[in-house]
């Protein structure tokens, strides 16, 4: 039987494949009490998680998982990845992350993705494409 990381791995490798049923395959594998943290949420819960990603399927066209990497091993494990987020707008945004999980008794007790919302959108949206390296320029470099 496949491990809780690699169960999670494919979980990520078929999220947009399997978008109907992704509900199903997040509640077989966290903890009633997972805690989720990301750019836009920081909720406790199974039921508010799975709102979350419920809520992402009706506002997405589509969002896949590319360039998986799983480092690690229960308790704690990370998966990098490359999300391609594609709004129902039109609007794609390609975004490097990692997600970060702790284990308890074979479920996922805390998932934290972490990646940089404003450089991802900022390259996403032509006019602010431009604008965004002269920004952060002012802020950053000597």
Known sequence: MPTLPERIL??????HIRREKILV???ALYA??????????DVTGKDRFLRINE??????REMRFDDLALVGEEPHF???WTATIESRLGLTITAPGVSEFRAESGV?????DHWDVLSSVAASVPGVRKLYPRLTALFFER
């Not at 997972?34 to 836009?40: G, L, W």
């Open 10 to 15: 494919t979980l990520f490798a078929t999220y």
């Open 25 to 27: 395959d997040l509640d």
């Open 32 to 41: 009633p009490d997972v805690r989720f943290v990301d750019p836009f949420n």
């Open 55 to 60: 809520n992402l399927f009706k506002r997405l």
């Open 78 to 80: 990370m998966l990098s």
């Open 108 to 112: 996922v007790v805390y998932h934290r």
